[in-house]
């Protein structure tokens, strides 16, 4: 990809060349649909286990909320724009509910190690469509994930005020590369 001169800065901006996979906003829409569509399903599984006994049943509800109105956004905007959905998605149907409920039988910090895990990945991610999108080319496209993206830092935040941070290294690791997997799979297929 060529560099060109930022006329604001000497830094050099990436010029985005047509087809380029990072500017599809089509390809994005779709893989967000498919991250919060994981993400209600974390939270189901997490709350089927935990129900109300735990005292993070609360905020893991209003966690779900939140997701929930994520995933109903991005259902709309990919139906006015007739994006297909991922191939896999009934895959992510079940296996974000089968990881939120295995993370919850773990106890409560491991659900919400979980959380951090999966929210680390996902602002990273939105992060990155952010910076491909504020060249202005799709200024609904990026509010909706600057909203949602200050929401997964929240739900990230409050995970790990729980965990204290990184409690459970090894599955955070295998959760943050699941995710990113699952990222570039729905980007494509």
């Known amino acids: 990809m060529a560099d060109v001169e930022n006329p604001r800065s000497a830094a050099p901006l990436k010029r985005r060349l047509p087809g380029d996979p990072r500017h599809d906003t089509a390809a994005m829409i779709r893989v967000d649909q498919a991250g919060e569509t994981g993400a209600a399903r974390i939270y189901a599984g997490q709350l089927a286990v935990m129900g109300g006994r735990h005292a993070m049943a609360g905020e893991i509800r209003h966690m779900a909320g939140q997701e929930q109105r994520h995933l109903d956004g991005m259902n709309a905007i990919?139906?006015?724009?007739?994006?297909?959905?991922?191939?896999?998605?009934?895959?992510?149907?079940?296996?974000?509910?089968?990881?939120?409920?295995?993370?919850?039988?773990?106890?409560?910090?491991?659900?919400?190690?979980?959380?951090?895990?999966?929210?680390?990945?996902?602002?990273?991610?939105?992060?990155?469509?952010?910076?491909?999108?504020?060249?202005?080319?799709?200024?609904?496209?990026?509010?909706?994930?600057?909203?949602?993206?200050?929401?997964?830092?929240?739900?990230?935040?409050?995970?790990?005020?729980?965990?204290?941070?990184?409690?459970?290294?090894v599955m955070e690791a295998v959760i943050k590369a699941g995710c990113r997997a699952a990222i570039a799979v729905a980007r494509r297929i």
Not at 80 to 103: C, D, E, K, M, Q
Not at 109 to 131: L, N, R
Not at 137 to 153: G, K, N, T, W
Request: net charge negative; glycine share 10%.
């Open 78 to 169: 990919m139906a006015r724009r007739s994006v297909r959905p991922t191939v896999f998605g009934p895959l992510w149907h079940i296996a974000g509910y089968a990881l939120g409920a295995g993370t919850a039988l773990l106890g409560p910090k491991a659900a919400m190690a979980c959380t951090e895990a999966v929210e680390t990945v996902i602002d990273e991610h939105y992060g990155e469509q952010t910076d491909v999108l504020a060249d202005g080319s799709d200024p609904e496209l990026q509010a909706m994930i600057d909203d949602y993206r200050s929401d997964e830092i929240a739900h990230r935040d409050t995970a790990t005020a729980h965990t204290g941070g990184n409690a459970f290294p």
